[in-house]
């Protein structure tokens, strides 16, 4: 009889434990090069960061260079398995705290609070598969991290204002989740925030007062995705999605509401 499937991801994860070295690339795609050339073009000094949706902490870490470099903070999973590989990752960790956790709009800054984070603390790394606007929403209500990275859903373009309305007890389901990049420009305008750049489906986001020269979400998403050569290879589940990128607005209101039918009443779009 063969490996459980969760001895086969223990596995992994112990390979990717004695692998992982500080000057390592973890993240997804360049966010972690994209990371560090904010830090410093920003001059962050707060060596503080925050991972929501942590998972191991190695396997598309966006954070893992930070904590294996000194910095301080803490990582949120709210998966158990994930969560217990997260506590091995952290454990070679000065000052860092894996927290096992559903993180809702609600809690997320009692949450923060608890565990000593600073009001302008340095990165915040937010990709939960779901409530991720409005949890990103909370977050910016009491906190003004110095640079974020967010996952946004980049298969519906601008200027599609779309997100999935919130639910405590929302699961990820076939490209329905998280909130369109049309839809990050209300949070930059409440917040005054502006988006610095895209890579594929993270954004990265700056206070203004930072002095950061912000780029308009069309733009940004035309650059970071849309123009990408490479996209279809990295995102070949997104084939049938593209053809909003050719359709009018109307159009494509109308192949969203066709196309998320058995979601009815559970998304707002514009």
């Given amino acids: 009889m063969g490996a459980t499937p969760e001895v086969l991801r223990d596995l992994q994860f112990w390979f990717r434990r004695i692998a992982a070295r500080p000057d390592g690339k973890f993240s997804n795609f360049n966010e972690q090069a994209i990371i560090d050339k904010y830090v410093d073009k920003l001059g962050i000094r707060n060596q503080v960061a925050v991972d929501v949706g942590a998972g191991d902490g190695i396997r598309s870490s966006n954070t893992y260079h930070l904590f294996a470099n000194g910095w301080r903070g803490i990582g949120i999973e709210a998966d158990r398995a994930k969560y217990q590989r997260l506590t ?15 993180v809702q709009p609600d809690t997320v800054c009692d949450l923060l609070a608890s565990h000593g984070v600073a009001r302008e603390f340095g990165v915040l790394s937010l990709d939960i598969d779901g409530n991720d606007y409005w949890v990103l929403d909370a977050i910016l209500d009491q906190y003004r991290p110095q640079l974020i990275v967010s996952e946004y859903n980049e298969k519906i373009p601008p200027p599609l204002k779309f997100v999935v309305n919130y639910d405590p007890t929302f699961y990820l ?14 949070l930059l305008t409440k917040h005054d925030y502006v988006l610095l750049e895209v890579e594929y489906n ?31 290879d990295k995102f070949p589940d997104n ?11 109307q159009e494509a209101v109308a192949f969203l509401n066709d196309f998320y039918i058995g979601h009815a009443g559970k998304y707002t779009l514009e």
């Fill in 239 to 249: 084939a049938n999605m593209e053809p909003l990128l050719r359709m009018t607005h």
């Fill in 88 to 102: 091995k990752t952290y454990s070679s960790f000065d000052g860092v705290a894996a927290i096992h956790a559903a």
């Fill in 173 to 186: 389901r076939h490209h329905f989740f998280g909130y369109s990049i049309a839809k990050l420009d209300d």
């Fill in 202 to 232: 993270n954004v990265f986001l700056a206070p203004r007062a930072s002095g950061a020269t912000g780029k308009t979400v069309a733009a940004a998403y035309a650059e970071g995705y849309r123009d990408r050569p490479d996209r279809h």
